[in-house]
């Protein structure tokens, strides 16, 4: 891209289109050809800011995708701004992105984690319906997952600072994140429920090998949003992951735990080896998708 351009020689929609593809700065830019200029970067696949504090900047800040104003300014371009600078300091922008991207990021890793948990609850509770089996685990069991694989890792990780580009759409990203999980979760359980049917094991020993294996995969999930780590994520892991077990051994008649046959054990052992590989294998076939 070149420098400048008088915008008076621009005198038509193809010669403005061509322009804001090769130069930087324009000089003697009516309010017309402001908002022709948003429009022509828009039409060129550009997410387009602008800026401006004057009655002339209205038409452009109204079509940008996102407009930010001075409060000092006039009253006009403040309303039809999405954002207002109050100390019209823009020193303060980087800031104000890196806020907005820490909650969107953010978001989409919480909201992944509720999406596992309601996606499996559906397919599983149509699967009960269509083949007319009883489902697998008891309320107080679910809740002792969601507690540690969801509610406190997403409390907490909604905290970090989070300062990496915003790409593709939020729900596409959160279910390609959730989506690999929940048919993790619903492949073993589903196979628990028929190889333990095969080998004649009791329904509350299907309960109990239920809730360990999606605790792994909780727990598989929760690490992988969690990348990068750092001392602070990896502690968050380690604390859900340690009051699981202890809830399952110190608290095991509140959250329906039982003792398990050894058929069952072995079942829920297999299980939980084949998880690992299954979780990998899905993220990467919905990461290709």
């Known amino acids: 891209m070149r420098g400048y351009i008088d915008?008076?020689?621009?005198?038509?929609?193809?010669?403005?289109?061509d322009a804001v593809t090769r130069y930087t700065v324009f000089g003697r830019v009516t309010p017309e050809q402001k908002r022709k200029f948003v429009?022509?970067?828009?039409?060129?696949?550009k997410t387009v800011a602008m800026t401006g504090d004057g009655v002339n900047d209205v038409l452009a800040l109204k079509d940008a995708d996102c407009s930010v104003a001075m409060a000092s300014g006039s009253d006009v371009a403040a309303q039809a701004a999405q954002?207002?600078?109050?100390e019209s300091d823009f020193s303060k922008m980087p800031d104000v992105v890196a806020e907005g991207r820490k909650v969107v990021n953010n978001l989409e890793r919480s909201g992944s984690?509720?999406?596992?948990?309601?996606?499996?609850?559906?397919?599983l509770a149509i699967m009960s319906i269509c083949f007319g089996m009883k489902y697998p685990m008891e309320p107080s069991q679910i809740s002792l997952i969601s507690v540690f694989t969801i509610g406190l890792p997403a409390f907490f990780l909604s905290f970090m600072p989070n300062k990496d580009l915003i790409r593709g759409r939020f729900i596409t990203n959160i279910l390609l994140k959730a989506l690999p999980a929940a048919l993790t979760d619903v492949i073993i359980v589903g196979a628990m429920i028929y190889f333990g049917n095969?080998?004649?094991?009791g329904p509350t020993d299907i309960a109990t090998a239920s809730t360990i294996l999606m605790s792994i995969v909780g727990m598989m999930i929760v690490y992988q949003i969690s990348k990068p780590l750092d001392v602070y994520k990896l502690g968050i892991w380690i604390f859900c992951g340690v009051g699981l077990v202890c809830c399952m051994i110190f608290f095991s008649d509140l959250f329906a735990i039982t003792s398990m046959s050894n058929r069952c054990i072995i079942l829920c052992v297999n299980f939980s080896i084949i998880a690992e590989p299954c979780l990998r294998y899905l993220?990467?076939?919905?990461r290709k998708a």
């Open 7 to 17: 915008a008076t020689t621009l005198n038509t929609d193809s010669a403005i289109k």
């Open 39 to 45: 429009r022509a970067l828009k039409k060129a696949g």
């Open 83 to 86: 954002l207002v600078l109050l």
């Open 113 to 123: 984690l509720f999406i596992v948990k309601n996606i499996f609850s559906i397919i």
């Open 198 to 201: 095969i080998f004649s094991v």
């Open 283 to 286: 993220t990467l076939i919905f």
